[in-house]
């Protein structure tokens, strides 16, 4: 276990390496971590997963993004522009230590950011791993703006906003405040306009989606089956699969999901 800085294009990217055990050596993974608050409550699963990778023979690579984290910056200057290269820094760093066989793994909206990249870039990576990916940037923005809005109800003091005119705010160039957060619009625009559906990512051989549902009988969803469906008519290959456990990302208390942890490392296994 190592943890050192990455030189990113906007300051230094706080990063851990976690060097695979004495065996045959399979590959690297790079975490592609979830937004704000998010981030932060799936820290300990994030690290859970990554020592799992390790002891089966994977270098893991987790960082953190420009001006979240232990990385310089402050959230309010992070660009999506900004994240796209510091994901691409990350993906350099491993480069440079040799590995070829490169895998990422995402977290919520750091799916839409690693297909973003992988859609612009020309990158050696044939395998994506999310956990509970975002598909739509304009849902999931309307979703925290709700924050804001339901905030304000709680609050006779606070002027009573709608998420529409709050995405209108976003969209001539205003900063938003969510949940103490201070949202950039140069972070959060580009984010309103990205589709997973619309996003071609032809290096990519498979793309697995792991859903985790509270809901021991749940079936997956319909939006990830459609997603899928779509995917696999252009050629490309998606596997999902439903875990049974606790949102981490969302919940109040730090929560673990150890069936995640042992179906996320059988995923190179799927056909």
Known sequence: LEAF??????????????????????????HIPAFAEEMNKSRRMVALQARKFAAEGYAVLVFDLFGTGDSEGEFSAATWAIWMQDVLSAYQWLITQGIEKIHFWTLRSGFLLALNVLEENICNVATLISWQPILDGEQFVVQLLRLRVASALLDKNAP???TSGLKQKLLDGQAIEVAGYLLNSELIN??????????????????TVLEISSNHEAATSPVYTKYRNDFQSNGQSVVLNTIFGAQFWATQETAEVPDLLIETLACFNYP
């Open 5 to 30: 800085f990455i030189e990113g294009t906007a300051g230094r990217l706080f990063a851990v390496y976690y060097r695979p055990a004495n065996c045959k050596f399979k590959g690297a993974v790079m």
């Open 190 to 207: 580009p984010l309103l306009k990205l589709s997973a559906s619309k996003m071609l990512t032809k290096s990519l051989e498979k793309i």
């Open 160 to 162: 009573q906003e709608k």
